[in-house]
């Protein structure tokens, strides 16, 4: 006799729990909405080969000259670079055992698809951010390693964005346009406690008075000339990349450090100085074209001798990510950077049969009893920013961290 079972049903589950997938997946993506898909070709097209060549054809230089009656004219000659973009893959996967559904009283069956297409999305939107935040082009008021958040000169004012509005418009950066082009606009991608400075040091236009239906960036504030402030709690932070505290905590973990933790051990006592620093970093500093996913910041709560409590971004209150005996930790001030761009200040392919947001593979049965299940995704794909004059970012400081 035949029984119904999870394994021949497996089609019907994964079409349920998708949409819970493909939502969790879509929240948050902040730096993908520079990216635009390589110009003339399709993605099926783009994607063939190991690399993607974009070619770029130079100007004509303005005629200087009048035209000879005894000669002829001298015919320009045009010139022509590329730029390469690399596919790379990524991917995420969980297995449990058959035991755990048995006894299990959450619904884990939506939850592990929620959590699939959060760590999709947070593993894809790392590519676009390290695109984004690690280019040549950046303006600062000092050094990223003496950015200080005591003073208010390297904090971020309303005043950053006539100069920032004066180099997108004389370097050509491609705008965002409303439905009739009327209107050019592009994103300046922050930090909220850049936009809370932003908003306390001068005229900035709250969206509260003004209402236009061609708005489509996600989680928009403003508006401060012709850039839409986007404001994000995903934004890029250089953890304590900043200047030093006047009383320094440089340290480490002593002992291997489970995520959900709501305590850390440290290799030195610093239990006088919990109060030094507003916040304190977890993880190697990103001092310069460097970009640590895993690292974390956290508020250190209460001290005895090397054990401290924290709180941090975890669901708990704890730690995201587990860290290893060794990891750095310090009270250095954190960088801000504000990344200014358009539709087309970078590139992006993805492998159409797997899509722009990934696959889900299962969930499918394994073992030789059918005791075991396993779900993931798989993604493959590149963002690259092929021209750096497309996409600046200021670096800042901000007055949270001030003491």
Known sequence: MAIQTTANLDDSIRAQYDEVYYGAARVGRVYDQLAAPVPGLTMEQAV???????????????????????????????????????PTSRWGALQWSELLDIQAYTNYGEERFKKLGENMMETIEILAIDAATQGDWVERYTTRILTDAGTPAHRA????????????????????????????????????????????????????????????????????????LVESAYAKVFGGAGLANSTDVATTLNGDT?????????????????????LWTIGTPEVA???????????????????????????????RYAHDTGTVVQNNDSVYPIVFGGPESMLKVFVPEVGEFGMTV????????????HIGWKWYGAYSRLVEKNIIRKEVSVSYESD
């Open 362 to 373: 299962g969930p499918e049965v394994s073992g030789l009893l059918d005791q075991f299940t």
């Open 289 to 319: 074209g460097t970009n640590y996913p895993t690292n974390e910041r956290i508020k250190c709560l209460s001290a005895v001798t090397t054990t401290i409590q924290i709180q941090g971004e975890g669901e708990n209150g704890g730690l």
């Open 258 to 278: 489970a995520r959900l933790a709501t305590s850390i051990v440290t290799a030195d006592d610093v239990s006088a100085d919990i109060t030094e620093g507003k």
């Open 157 to 228: 004012s309303d005043s950053d964005f006539a100069l920032m509005q004066g180099l997108m418009t004389s370097l050509k950066v491609a705008p965002f346009l409303n439905e009739d082009g009327s209107m050019q606009t592009w994103a300046a991608i922050m930090h909220p406690w850049v936009f809370h400075d932003i908003r306390e040091s001068g005229n900035v236009d709250a969206i509260g008075i003004y209402q236009d239906g061609g708005i489509h960036l996600n989680y928009e504030v403003g508006k401060i000339g012709n850039f839409r």
């Open 48 to 86: 063939n080969g190991s690399s993607v060549v974009i070619p770029y054809l130079s100007s004509m230089a303005p005629g200087t000259t009048t035209i000879s009656q005894t000669a002829d004219v001298t015919p320009s000659t045009l010139v022509d670079t590329y730029g390469t973009v690399t």
